[in-house]
């Protein structure tokens, strides 16, 4: 046989420090064999004791290299021309990337073939390996990173009363069967990478800001450090029944928190952008990548059908009680917003889902005529909002219930204004 390198042989006269590495370019492109006793022009030199070699390789391939390859490799020893030479197959994984053990799944570690050499992987031929192997569902993938600590999810896990040990860990799909930290542990790690960006606005447009945030760590953090944020920014109005005081917040808390939660649990975590919040005078908006799961429509959404994105985070947040069950989040926004006259806006786009909540506590800029009959102030103010509640009416009145509610039964009565819904969703708008 004559003996010549190629993509797929290797030439080696002896075992050396690299020979793990030509294991693992074989096992990640397209197999290979390597023939140790042979120089590179070819020359047999042959190897001294065979059987240790041979021992000396396996114990190379199970203990230098992950994940196991011990099924896609077979070694043994031949005689040619009176040397004995040892021949290493190495069959194209099913794993990949494989890598050495010391090193982890980074380019100093993972090796492909490259005409007769073998070289460092990129970080996008590890990422598109890692595809291949695991599926396209982010969190399932092994995290590229696998130096992860969790130290603030442990936290959250203890305050929750949920043991967060490596058995539950596997069960929870954040350790994958090969001990492989999966993405999802990435994003509960305080290593990961993604972030929420937050600003606050003057008026309704991005003309001035008042102030910036940028939210990192493990996603738990940042929906607690985010949340406690946007409440911050959350006004209180105020509204008087008789002697009692009716506080409003300008935007439902369980909306936002809603909204929050939505935006972290369903985001398409390929993109390496940021969850993005805005906060203006008028609304609040949450722009989350990643459009809607395919087969999914807007219709769906909001009539509770659910399919998360990522399995994986959507059941770690559902064992912390941050969401009750699949699916109920929209719909649970929609009813915080039933006695308000603006509607939640839900914006599906190919790579983008926006969630706009209305500042409810929004002052119309129609304002109380006090040269106007209650009646007349009323119907201009129906005449600019379209439909109104009787807690909106209360407002802009500046009055208790029982003047408000005499005010709309009057203006029923004369068939001005209609009335629908019943109970918290009752609305009132102008007849024609």
């Known amino acids: 046989m004559k003996y010549e390198e190629s993509s797929i042989i290797e030439l080696k006269e002896q075992i050396n420090a690299d020979f793990k590495k030509e294991i693992i370019a074989f096992a990640n492109t397209e197999g290979g ?59 194209r994984g099913l794993k990949r990337p494989y890598h050495l053990t010391d090193k982890g799944l980074k380019p100093s570690g993972v090796f492909v073939r490259h005409g007769v050499s073998s070289v ?24 590229i990173n696998q130096d992860l600590t969790f130290e603030y999810a442990t936290q959250t896990f203890q305050i929750q009363q949920v043991e967060f040990k490596d058995q539950q860990k596997r069960t929870l799909g954040l350790i994958d069967e090969d001990g492989y930290y999966t993405n999802a542990a990435l994003l509960l790690s305080d290593q990961c ?19 910036r945030k940028e939210f990192s760590g493990s996603i738990l953090k940042q929906i607690d450090d985010t949340y406690e944020f946007l409440m911050l920014n959350n006004n209180l109005r105020s509204t008087f029944n008789g002697l009692h005081r009716i506080d409003y917040l300008d935007y439902p808390q369980e909306a936002v928190r809603e909204a929050l939660l939505n ?5 398409d975590y390929d993109y390496s952008g940021s969850i993005i919040i805005n906060i203006y005078e008028d609304r609040m908006e949450f722009i989350s990548l990643g459009g809607l799961v395919k087969g999914l429509t807007l219709a769906d959404i909001k009539n509770g059908v659910s399919q998360p994105r990522n399995m994986i985070i959507a059941n770690v947040f559902y064992c912390l009680d941050l969401i009750e069950s699949y699916g109920t989040g929209i719909q649970r926004i929609i009813e915080s917003y039933a006695n308000c006259d603006a509607d939640p806006s ?12 209305p500042n409810r506590n929004r002052i119309s800029e129609i304002q109380f005529d006090p040269e106007l009959s209650k009646e007349e102030n ?19 009145l500046g009055s208790s219930s029982f003047p408000a509610a005499n005010t709309l039964n009057a203006l029923l009565k004369e068939g001005r204004i209609i009335k629908s819904g019943a109970g918290r969703s009752t609305k009132y708008r102008l007849k024609n």
Request: glycine share 8%.
């Open 33 to 91: 064999e390597i023939y140790i006793g042979v120089a590179r022009d070819g020359r047999l030199v042959g190897v001294e004791n065979a059987e240790g070699e041979m021992e000396k390789i396996g114990n190379m391939i199970r203990d230098g290299i992950k994940p196991d390859l011990t099924a896609y490799t077979a070694i043994r020893s031949f005689l040619e021309e009176d040397k004995t030479l040892i021949q290493v197959t190495v069959s």
């Open 120 to 143: 460092p992987a990129t970080d996008e031929m590890i990422r598109q390996m890692l595809k291949e192997s695991d599926g396209t569902t982010f969190d399932k993938m092994r995290s």
């Open 193 to 211: 990478g993604h972030i929420i960006r937050c600003a606050v606005y003057e008026g309704t447009g991005k003309g001035k800001f008042k102030t």
């Open 263 to 267: 935006a972290v649990v369903h985001r």
């Open 346 to 357: 839900f914006t599906p786009a190919p790579s983008s889902f926006v969630v706009v909540l």
């Open 378 to 396: 009323v119907l201009r103010f129906l005449q600019e909002k379209g439909a109104v509640s009787r807690k909106e009416v209360e407002q802009f």
